[in-house]
């Protein structure tokens, strides 16, 4: 070691137990990041299981969860949560419908038959969308959307679930086609090379050899999508309405639990009421929805994918 460190000619020297501070302050400064991260989730999660459990103390669960009717401000009032979970089912799946087709095909062709110049400028436009405020889609939806469904659909009301519905697959199409778009490109350019080489179209290679080959991280993307459709509050609350109902018809007023979110912490509702708790009830149902679909999405992710040398 002594004469490594003092050979002539050689412009670095080994100090064996030197202490680096830099690292050490690196090292410090990214633990307690971690760990305000940690501490603030599970504060999160412990708030919203306290406070609910106090609300099933004044409610029954099966009258919350199994319940049809849902006035929780006005007497009588009743708790079950089933027309909020069916106006927020009514969005993400309206919502999917338009976004997934849509976001998949802009990630093949980005991805397969668009060339460089084409793709600096596409992509770009797409990922704009999401950097558009929510409340600008709210608003997109009232008077814009609307009045041209009202063309179409004479009977449709100014609130309703159709056109939330569309600004919404708006919102999520951009993370579905970016998404997407990254995990064909992912796929090894030597097996596109392959199905060519025998002679397959280019219909053929992208819709039996890239999709499947990238299957996992499309899947990933709908779901983290869908999780974002699920958990939308100001372009909902503007465009649906707040009219919590069971009914199938997209043309009417709803609700989902993050408008009703939205409408408990305006600040009407008294601090420590039933009515007020039902806040961090609905909460932690949609919590505990977006969970599962996360949890869904890395079980996905880890079942379907594919490793490449």
Same mark, same amino acid.
């Given at each position: ?93 309206? !919502? $999917? ?6 976001? #998949?095909?802009?990630?093949?062709? &980005? +991805?397969?038959? @668009?060339?460089?110049? =084409? ?44 056109? !939330? $519905? ?6 999520? #199409?951009?993370?579905?086609?970016? &998404? +997407?778009?990254? @995990?064909?490109?992912? =796929? ?59 009914? &199938? +018809? ?13 409408q408990i912490s305006l600040g ?42």
């Amino acid at each position: 070691m002594n004469e490594l460190t003092h050979t002539p000619g050689l412009s670095f020297s080994i100090h064996k137990g030197v202490t680096r501070w830099g690292e050490i302050a690196i090292k410090g400064w990214l633990g307690i990041c971690t760990a305000i991260s940690l501490i603030t989730t599970v504060s999160i999660v412990v708030v919203l299981l306290v406070e609910s459990f106090d609300f099933f103390r004044a409610v029954s669960p099966l009258d919350f969860f199994f319940g049809t009717r849902w006035v929780p401000l006005l007497k009588p009032s009743s708790y079950g949560v089933l027309p909020l979970v069916w106006g927020t089912i009514q969005i993400t799946v309206g !919502a $999917a419908v338009i976004a997934i087709p849509l976001g #998949l095909a802009s990630a093949i062709y &980005l +991805s397969e038959y @668009a060339n460089d110049r =084409v793709r600096t400028w596409v992509k770009p436009a797409l990922e704009l969308l999401a950097g558009i405020p929510t409340v600008v889609y709210g608003y997109f939806a009232l008077t814009f959307v609307t009045p041209m469904l009202h063309k179409v659909i004479a009977d449709i009301q100014v609130f309703n679930a159709l056109s !939330a $519905a569309i600004v919404v697959g708006i919102m999520i #199409l951009p993370t579905i086609a970016t &998404l +997407s778009d990254n @995990a064909l490109r992912a =796929v090894p350019v030597s097996l596109r090379q392959a199905a060519y080489a025998v002679g397959a179209t280019s219909y053929e290679v992208t819709t039996s050899i890239v999709v499947p080959a990238g299957l996992s991280g499309v899947m990933a993307s709908f779901l983290l999508a869908i999780s974002r459709a699920i958990g939308e509050t100001m372009a909902v609350s503007l465009a649906a309405g707040q009219t919590p109902n069971l009914s &199938l +018809s997209m043309l009417g007023s709803i609700e989902t639990m993050t408008a009703y979110i939205v409408q408990i912490s305006l600040g009407d509702t008294p601090s420590g009421s039933i009515a007020y708790q039902t806040l961090f009830a609905v909460a932690a149902l949609l919590f505990f929805i977006t969970l599962m679909i996360n949890v869904i999405s890395q079980w996905i992710l880890g079942r379907f994918r594919e490793v490449y040398d």
